[in-house]
């Protein structure tokens, strides 16, 4: 089991824009694709993670000054946000995370061949979020067997929600051959923006209000254009949160950037995905009587569309304010801050586009969060001190808010 482990921490220690072209040049052998294009495929994936990794690295570096204004408000808060990367490093500690990847891609190879799923999850990377439910229930019941139980149990339930998302996400996206596996967002953040977006629905005039960016770029002509959008947004921001123009004007030119290069780098990501798509199909036909096979793939894959982004870059502020000024919220949101740009995928996929929905989905998803992070905190901590991240006082994460943490806290609660 040590030597297993051993093998499989030292393939993510290589990271995701490592493992990435590996696994997709493997697919690509899989599904007959000749050796030159499965690699070319493969690494084309991994350039545009690498990508995506950079521009996510130019929002937070032209966010920062912004974030600095309202962190400098607050005080008095007793909780660390700890965020998702020290979180999903814990995760990884438990015995039996070296049994979780080959168990489950077998299980879902399975299901694949019982044509129960339709959805090959290639996303490894993001099997912290099926560890993670997993290792806070080891760590509470001291259960082996209960959390392998649990990280298996939710490497399943993300192929059966990445099917039914999958139309959708097609759809909107135009990610063609692929859907979502990240449980985190399609099993818990999608629902919470399902939900609300039903809420508006029922309040008179805000369920009138259908606020795009295609609809603002055919009004607005070139003002409408993502890029000039970027600026405005900006330009606002650094207003609103009084920085001089020395952090104004890279504020907004930073923003804008991320604008135009997002959906670029996804474009490259498709291309190393679309021949991999295509190959599956033929397969799944050739072999199986079945022409549709999705592949399962990180929620960074729809960072490329405006909506998405623009809602990134209204939300954070607006979140950091109700951190401010809302009772009980034990902590400043660092680390949630640093999932929004994530949040808002499926926010924005719930809300069709509309930007307003958008925006108002992913606030109100954060808000929960606020109050679950803090309810699930002393389990959180248990976990994280097990694993060996040292965190003084109390310290907790968006990851922990998810519905399923929750009701494993709740229930050692009961277990006296």
Known sequence: MDAMFN??????????????????????LFFRIKLGKAIKSGLLVGVGFT??????????????????YYAESGSGFTITDVGWPAVGAAAWTVPFAALAIPLGLIINLALVRLKWTKTLNVDIWNYMHFIIP????YYLFNSFWLGLTITLAMSIAALFLGDRIAHKWQEYFGLQGTTCTTIIFTGWVYPIAWV??????????????????????????VFGEPVIIGVIVGLILGVITKRPLTEIIPMAVGIAGVM???????????????????????????????????????????????TTITTTVISIPIVILFA??????????????????????????????????????????????????VYVAPGATKMLNGAGVGVEGLGSDFTFSEIWNVVIYWARTLVK
């Open 196 to 221: 609300t977006n039903k809420i508006i629905d029922f309040i008179p005039g805000l369920n009138k209000l259908d606020l795009s960016l295609e609809k603002i770029n055919k009004k607005m002509g």
């Open 260 to 306: 135009v290069l997002m959906p670029k780098m996804v474009a490259v990501m498709m291309d190393g995905l679309s021949p991999i798509g295509k190959a599956a199909k033929d397969f799944m036909f050739k072999h199986m009587g079945e022409s549709e096979l999705n592949v399962g793939m990180d929620i960074a894959l729809g960072l490329g569309d405006p």
């Open 134 to 137: 997993g290792a806070l229930a």
């Open 51 to 68: 990508g995506l990794g950079l521009v996510i690295g130019l929002l937070n570096s032209s966010l920062k000054p912004a974030v600095d």
């Open 324 to 373: 401010l000024v809302l009772p009980g919220v034990q902590f400043f949101p660092i680390g949630l801050l640093m999932s929004i740009t994530y949040i808002s995928v499926l926010c924005t996929l719930a809300s069709k586009g509309n930007l307003f929905r958008s925006i108002a989905s992913t606030v109100v998803l954060c808000i929960i969060t606020f109050y679950l992070e």
């Open 7 to 28: 093998v499989i921490k030292s393939i993510f220690d290589l990271g995701a824009t490592a493992i990435l072209p590996i696994i997709i040049t493997i697919l690509g």
